[in-house]
């Protein structure tokens, strides 16, 4: 169960490190990654949509750590690839970022990520 501080500080936050284990090495690699929120659920998109290799790790291992500003939580991860799904978190994305942000950092758009913080 996600840490309440954890779920407070994420409204006034742009970006989290996201922590997954690399699929072949085996070791823990962090990332500053974009999120959005919707109640006590993350959607993350990964820069290079399905090619991305923290998108690969996360489909080879689901178990993710999230970290802001000293908050940090373990969860599960459920790659998306819908894409009905994925782009209703891109546009969610375009609407916390803005259009041009997103659809500039974000050449790929096939993949998402959904994180329940229960």
């Known amino acids: 169960m996600a840490d309440q501080d954890f779920i407070a500080v994420l409204e006034g936050s742009r970006q989290i ?6 699929r072949r090495s085996g070791r823990e690699i962090t990332n500053p990654v ?7 659920t993350l959607y993350l998109v990964p820069i290079h949509g399905s090619d991305g ?11 993710v750590r999230l970290a802001v500003q000293g908050n940090e939580v373990r ?5 998306l690839s819908d894409p009905a799904k994925v782009a209703q978190i ?13 659809d500039a950092y ?4 096939d993949a998402a990520v959904e994180i329940p913080l229960d």
């Not at 969860?75 to 790659?79: C, D």
């Open 17 to 22: 490190d996201l922590t997954v284990t690399g």
């Open 34 to 40: 974009w999120f959005v929120q919707e109640g006590r």
């Open 53 to 63: 290799d923290w998108y690969k790790n996360v489909q080879h291992l689901p178990k």
């Open 75 to 79: 969860a599960s991860a459920v790659p």
């Open 90 to 102: 891109l546009d969610a994305f375009r609407a916390k970022y803005g259009a041009a942000a997103v």
């Open 106 to 109: 974000y050449p790929k758009q």
